[in-house]
T-cell receptor, first 113, second 113 residues
Framework: DQQVKQNSPSLSVQEGRISILNCDYT??????FLWYKKYPAEGPTFLIS?????DKNEDGRFTVFLNKSAKHLSLHIVPSQPGDSAVYFC????????????FGTGTRLTVIP | DSGVTQTPKHLITATGQRVTLRCSPR?????VYWYQQSLDQGLQFLIQ???????AKGNILERFSAQQFPDLHSELNLSSLELGDSALYFC????????????FGEGSWLTVV
């Protein structure tokens, strides 16, 4: 049972425009959410996180929004750059410092120059 | 470079065989996680060790086992291999001091033929 879902397997965006990657979760106990970015032949790398006590967290060009009532979060990248082309994984856990993270299936972002 | 080292990077083996994947966590990290990524699948949590002891178990098959040694490196043993075990196996580590920001190695590609 996939508790974290990324329903869009791929997304293409023009350079300079906004990329919006979406993630839904089913477990209401999740209270900490993360985005990881993965390039081919590399392991996933941490990008940004958000705690359930917030609805927005921003780090440079990356902003994560959390809508707890809808069990939905999104990652916004503005402006998108060709180097952002990668697979983005959404992850969630039931508490900060929990034993494991539940990952989505990933969204492949392609930023077109 | 995440500081997590995995060997081998690539491995091809026949069905029914047994392989061992090795992971060295980041210096000082006590927790080691193993994840499996199959085609079109997200990252599936297999097992976690903390300072030598099993801490949590996920979707790990009985044919698979893991351990963490006193020097904190970990090994994932996969036996009676089947074609469906072909996947990218990631090791990750965390010291547990920065929430759930775990750091992934580059993965070990296992192909079962």
């Amino acid at each position: 049972d996939q508790q974290v879902k990324q329903n869009s397997p791929s997304l293409s965006v023009q350079e300079g425009r906004i990329s919006i990657l979406n993630c839904d979760y089913t477990n209401s106990m999740f209270d900490y959410f993360l985005w990881y970015k993965k390039y081919p032949a590399e392991g996933p790398t941490f990008l940004i996180s958000i705690s359930s006590i917030k609805d927005k967290n921003e780090d440079g060009r990356f902003t994560v929004f959390l809508n707890k009532s809808a069990k939905h979060l999104s990652l916004h990248i503005v402006p998108s750059q060709p180097g952002d082309s990668a697979v983005y994984f959404c992850a969630a856990s039931a508490r900060r410092g929990a034993n494991n993270l539940f990952f989505g299936t990933g969204t492949r972002l392609t930023v077109i120059p | 470079d995440s500081g997590v080292t995995q060997t081998p990077k690539h491995l091809i083996t026949a069905t029914g065989q047994r392989v061992t994947l090795r992971c060295s966590p980041r210096s000082g990290d006590l927790s080691v996680y193993w994840y499996q990524q199959s085609l079109d699948q997200g990252l599936q949590f297999l097992i976690q060790y903390y300072n030598g002891e099993e801490r949590a178990k996920g979707n790990i098959l009985e044919r698979f086992s893991a351990q963490q040694f006193p020097d904190l490196h970990s090994e994932l043993n996969l036996s009676s291999l089947e074609l469906g075990d072909s996947a990218l196996y990631f090791c990750a580590s965390t010291g547990g001091t920065v929430g759930n920001t775990i750091y992934f190695g580059e993965g070990s590609w296992l192909t079962v033929v």
